[in-house]
C-alpha cells in the first residue's frame, strides 16, 4: 500500500501562511511564495479528502487536549498535558527549544477551524472529521484519510543527534546559513526519503524571511517523522496516550523521558 505522507506547519499569520512539504511535490506555496492562508488551506484538505490515495498528514501543532473532553471534569487540564510538562523537564537545558502548552499555542486555533482538532469541549464532534487522528501505522487502512501530531524541533534535534542547542528560530542574520545546513543535513542523512531535490533546494534556500524559512523546515521535518513511521523505521514511535497527549517522536526521546521519571 503507497502511502502519501504530508508534513503541514500551521500559521496564524495569513500572509505567510501554512506551509506544507511532500515527496511528489515539494512545497506548496501561494502564487506570491508564501505559505497557504486558511481559505486556501481549507481548500487544499478539502481535495486531500477526494483523492483516491491513502494520505497521512503529519500535522505541526497540538491535536489533542484536555483527557476526557466530553466532560467537564475538575481533572481536566484546559493548558497543559502531562507530556508537554515531560518534555519541558526534558529539554529545559537546550538553547533554542522551548515547549509551550497546548493552551499557549496559538496555531491550536487553526487546527480546529481547519481539521477540528484538538476536540476540547463536547460540544467538538468526533465523528466526521476530514482526518482520523491515530495511534499505529497499523490503523491505516487503504484510501484513507489520516493524522498525527509532530514536533519539528525535537525531530530535527534526535534525528540529527544533536547536542546542546537547536537555535533555527531565534533571531539574527546567521539564520538563514544555519536552517540551510540542518536542512542539507537531513536530506543527506536521509537521501531515500528525499528524491530529486535539486529545485527544491533551490526554493528552500530562496526564502528570504528568517520566519517562512524556519516553518518551511518545520514542514519537511515533520513529512520526514512520518515517512520514517510509515517504512517501518524503528528511529520514531508514537508516544503518550489519550491520558497524556499521543505524539510521533523519535524513538531516543524515551531514554530521556525516562530519566525524568527516575529523577
Known sequence: MKIKVIGIDPGINQEKGTFIYT???????SLKGNGLNTAEMDKYLKG???LDETILICWASPLT????????N???DYYSRPIEKSLSKAYK???G???FFYGGLLHWTISRALIGLPRVSKFDVSDNLPFKLINDVSEIKEGGKYIVEVHPV????ELLEMYGSIEYKSSGEHIHDYCNELFSKLVKKYPEHFKDMKEV??????FASKSKKSDALDAVAAYLTGELWVTGDNSVRIFGDESTGRILFPSSLEQKLKLIKAA
Open 97 to 99: 527549544f522551548n515547549t
Open 48 to 50: 486531500l479528502c477526494k
Open 74 to 76: 475538575a481533572s481536566n
Open 154 to 157: 525535537i525531530s530535527i534535534y
Open 65 to 72: 487536549g484536555p483527557v476526557d473532553p466530553d466532560s467537564t
Open 93 to 95: 537545558d537546550i538553547r
Open 201 to 206: 533546494r533551490k526554493i528552500f534556500e530562496s
Open 23 to 29: 515527496a511528489s511535490e515539494g512545497f506548496n506555496l
